[in-house]
């Protein structure tokens, strides 16, 4: 099972807002909307920040937003703010058999 | 508060073999996955297994199986990732996680660092 396909980098400036997208195939992304979302800063643990591809845990800002077309997942932030500078996982589901779930590459956020 | 609280970090040579853990609080240890993600320096996350502490049933991403052992000790709600003989390549942060039943991951370990060096 290869690992979902995410941008390397993207950046922005504050106040605008960025999106970030995760290709998978029809067996993962595709098939299932369970679509989860990680945010990483340097030296920390991920946090997740969606999942089930739109659903924001208690806590996150709704200045974070999940959507999905066909094999691609994309998570949008807007409003971006210099504590948004991070890295962003993308990770899904992929069947009952194994791996059973499979991570995107990482992408880095810089905020200008 | 749900807490997954793991083992400290750790520093062996090649050939060693090495157990790091994760307890988990605050929540019903035996009702849950835990799995456990890689991070090699720089890169990005990995998936590598899970495991059910309530009847040990565990699952392996195929690049792990065969290269660690996960477990899990209900009694103490500790799960275990074990190396028989380490190599340099596993030089790596570890985290243990929670999975849900909709296979996202809600909580996550501090991270365990393992060196692997001669």
């Known amino acids: 099972q290869s690992a979902l396909t995410q941008p390397a980098s993207v950046s922005g400036s504050p106040g605008q807002s960025i999106t970030i997208s995760c290709t998978g195939t029809?067996?993962?992304?595709?098939?299932?909307?369970?679509v989860s979302w990680y945010q990483q800063h340097p030296g920390k643990a991920p946090k997740l920040m969606i999942y089930?591809?739109?659903k924001r845990p208690s806590g996150v800002s709704n200045r974070f937003s999940g959507s999905k077309s066909g094999n691609t997942a994309s998570l949008t932030i807007s409003g971006l703010q210099a504590e948004d500078e991070a890295d962003y996982y993308c990770?899904?589901?992929?069947?009952?058999?194994?791996?059973?779930?499979?991570f995107g590459g990482g992408t880095q956020l810089t905020v200008l | 508060e749900v807490q997954l609280v793991q083992s400290g970090a750790e520093v062996k040579k090649p050939g060693e073999s090495l157990k790091i853990s994760c307890k988990g609080s605050?929540?019903?240890?035996?009702?849950?996955?835990i799995g456990w993600v890689r991070q090699m320096p720089g890169k990005g996350l990995e998936w590598m297994g899970i495991?059910?502490?309530?009847?040990?049933?565990?699952r392996y991403s195929p690049s792990f199986q065969g290269q660690v052992t996960i477990s899990a000790d209900k009694s103490i709600s500790t799960a275990y990732l074990q190396w028989s003989s380490l190599k340099a390549s596993d030089t790596a942060m570890y985290y243990c996680?929670?999975?849900?039943?909709?296979?996202?991951?809600?909580?996550w370990g501090q991270g365990t660092l393992v060196t692997v060096s001669s």
């Open positions: 605050g929540y019903s240890f035996t009702s849950y996955w």
């Open positions: 089930e591809g739109s």
């Open positions: 495991i059910y502490p309530g009847d040990s049933d565990t």
């Open positions: 996680v929670r999975l849900t039943l909709i296979y996202y991951f809600d909580y």
């Open positions: 029809s067996s993962d992304v595709g098939s299932y909307n369970l």
């Open positions: 990770c899904s589901y992929a069947g009952s058999s194994t791996p059973y779930a499979v």
